[in-house]
């Protein structure tokens, strides 16, 4: 039991590693603000296009970061969620371990 503990610690620091290497993106109004940000949802940049930066204004702007950034989170779920399902199945195999006792 305590193997298995050790285990999963384990993998859960390699899989944040991995995921800390992933980067993921969300962009609003046609790239006019992208914001990049790793799948451990730790955002790394924000590009925003000079044309319209100089033309936005604050509300406008604000709104535009909100979706880019909401974007780039959703991205970075979704990475997270397929590496967590794969470590859970290289850790358990099918049904999360369950299936043996199932005859499966």
Same mark, same amino acid.
């Given at each position: 039991?305590?193997?298995?503990?050790?285990?999963a610690? %384990?993998?859960?620091?390699?899989?944040?590693?991995?995921?800390?290497?992933?980067? *993921?993106?969300?962009?609003?109004?046609?790239?006019?603000?992208?914001?990049?940000?790793n799948a451990?949802? *730790?955002?790394?940049?924000?590009?925003?296009?000079?044309?319209?930066?100089?033309? +936005?204004?604050?509300?406008e702007?604000?709104?535009?970061? *909100?979706?880019?950034?909401?974007?780039?989170?959703? %991205?970075?779920?979704?990475?997270?969620?397929?590496?967590?399902?794969?470590?859970?199945?290289?850790?358990f195999?099918?049904?999360?371990?369950?299936? +043996?006792?199932?005859g499966?």
């Amino acid at each position: 039991m305590f193997d298995k503990i050790m285990e999963a610690q %384990q993998k859960a620091g390699e899989s944040k590693k991995r995921l800390d290497a992933i980067s *993921v993106s969300g962009t609003a109004e046609g790239g006019k603000i992208t914001v990049t940000a790793n799948a451990n949802k *730790v955002i790394k940049s924000i590009n925003i296009n000079p044309d319209f930066l100089a033309d +936005a204004d604050k509300e406008e702007l604000e709104e535009l970061l *909100v979706v880019a950034i909401n974007k780039a989170m959703e %991205q970075a779920d979704n990475v997270s969620q397929a590496e967590m399902a794969a470590m859970t199945k290289d850790m358990f195999g099918g049904m999360g371990g369950l299936g +043996a006792l199932f005859g499966k």
